[in-house]
C-alpha cells in the first residue's frame, strides 16, 4: 500500500516520464486552494530531489500568485493505464520568470511550447505513493493541440496581452507579477 520516501527512485523517474498527465496543487495562505492538470511533455525530474515545470499560459495564473506568497506544491501521478499507482511529491517551489537569470537554462529542457509563461521549481522533500487501486483505466489517444495552436495565432505581443487581461491577479486577488518579470 502507501510508502513514503525522502526521493525520487529511478522507478518512479520512469513511472513520471510515461505519464501524459498530472496535477499540480497550491494555495495561498488564505484563498481558494487550486487544483490544476498539466500535460504537453511539461514536466521534467532534474534529480531525486527536484523537479521543473514549464506552465504554459491559460485562463488563470493560481500557481504562480500561490507560490510567490506560499512555497508549497504538490504535483500528483495516477496510472491510468498498467499498474496501479498514486504518485504525490511534495515541496517548496520557487516561480523563475523570462527575467530570471535560470529562465534559459531551465528552459532548455524543454521542447518549445508556445505561450510559455513561467517555470516552476520544485524542490521535493516528500515522495509519497499509494496504490491506486480505484482510478480507472483510461486509454491516451493524443495531446490537445488547441492551446499551442492558440498560443502561436497570437504571437508574443498577443500572449503579452492576454497576460495583462487576464493573468495578473488570481481568483482572490493576489499579484501574480507575470508582466513585471516577464516582458
Do not use: Y
Given at each position: 500500500?502507501?510508502?513514503?520516501?525522502?526521493?525520487?527512485?529511478?522507478?518512479?523517474?520512469?513511472?513520471?516520464?510515461?505519464?501524459?498527465?498530472?496535477?499540480?496543487?497550491?494555495?495561498?495562505?488564505?484563498?481558494?486552494?487550486?487544483?490544476?492538470?498539466?500535460?504537453?511533455?511539461?514536466?521534467?525530474?532534474?534529480?531525486?530531489?527536484?523537479?521543473?515545470?514549464?506552465?504554459?499560459?491559460?485562463?488563470?495564473?493560481?500557481?504562480?500568485?500561490?507560490?510567490?506568497?506560499?512555497?508549497?506544491?504538490?504535483?500528483?501521478?495516477?496510472?491510468?493505464?498498467?499498474?496501479?499507482?498514486?504518485?504525490r511529491l511534495y515541496g517548496e517551489a520557487k516561480v523563475i520568470h523570462r527575467n530570471d537569470p535560470e529562465w534559459e537554462q531551465l528552459l532548455a529542457h524543454f521542447n518549445p511550447i508556445p505561450g510559455a509563461r513561467q517555470i516552476f521549481d520544485l524542490n521535493v522533500d516528500l515522495v509519497q505513493s499509494s496504490c491506486g487501486m480505484a482510478v480507472p483505466f483510461y486509454d491516451y489517444v493524443e495531446d490537445r493541440e488547441l492551446l499551442k495552436n492558440w498560443a502561436a495565432k497570437k504571437g508574443d505581443d498577443g500572449i503579452k496581452d492576454y497576460w495583462k487581461q487576464k493573468n495578473v491577479v488570481s481568483l482572490d486577488g493576489k499579484e501574480t507579477y507575470v508582466v513585471e518579470k516577464s516582458v
Open positions: 500500500m502507501g510508502q513514503q520516501f525522502s526521493e525520487i527512485s529511478d522507478k518512479l523517474t520512469q513511472f513520471i516520464q510515461e505519464q501524459k498527465l498530472f496535477f499540480v496543487g497550491t494555495a495561498a495562505r488564505e484563498g481558494r486552494v487550486n487544483i490544476s492538470p498539466k500535460g504537453m511533455d511539461s514536466l521534467r525530474v532534474l534529480g531525486p530531489n527536484r523537479v521543473i515545470w514549464l506552465n504554459v499560459t491559460g485562463s488563470g495564473n493560481e500557481t504562480s500568485a500561490h507560490i510567490q506568497e506560499c512555497p508549497r506544491m504538490t504535483v500528483m501521478f495516477a496510472a491510468f493505464e498498467g499498474n496501479p499507482l498514486i504518485l
